[in-house]
């Protein structure tokens, strides 16, 4: 019994070394370093969002290839046409296909643009609303694209 824990205990300490000194050296840095400033940053965004009334549709679900993004805003139910919207589409697997464009105004509060998805899995869009340069509003949807 002795000699197994003799040969079991080396092995589970190598191990454990491995794995800790694989998370130290793959560390996807998931925690951001200025955690208080950016918050700052996202809740007058989320104060001014909600002073404003501040609402965006959420497009309708993507597919491969060409897609026609469509999204309506509005501020207090009211069309919203004091700003620029812009549209950032992303694969969560693969950073090479990420692209941002800004939406054209078809109508009052419509708002499109077009974005093309080149193979299946999981994909995220985000709608940013700025006014004057500053973030207004910033939604974001995932979607499964079979």
């Known amino acids: 019994m002795k000699l197994f824990f003799y040969i079991v205990y ?3 300490f190598f191990a454990m070394g491995c794995g800790i000194y694989i998370a130290y050296k793959s560390a996807d840095g998931l925690v951001d370093s200025n955690y208080y400033e950016n918050s700052r940053g996202y809740f007058q ?3 001014l969002e909600e002073k404003l009334g501040i609402a965006v549709s959420r497009p309708d679900t993507l597919k491969l290839g060409h897609n026609v993004i469509r999204v309506k805003a509005t501020s207090h139910g009211k069309p919203f046409e004091k700003g620029a919207l ?3 589409i992303g694969n969560l697997s693969n950073t090479r296909y990420d692209s941002t464009m800004f939406m054209q105004k078809l109508s009052p509060g419509i708002y499109q643009a077009t974005a093309t998805i080149p193979f299946k899995g999981m994909w995220f869009a985000r709608v940013d609303l700025k006014q004057q340069q ?3 509003s910033s939604k974001k949807w995932f979607f499964e694209v079979k």
Do not use: D, N, R
Request: hydrophobic letters at 60%.
């Open 86 to 88: 812009s549209l950032f």
């Open 45 to 47: 965004s989320k104060a």
């Open 134 to 136: 500053h973030l207004i």
């Open 10 to 12: 080396p092995i589970f």
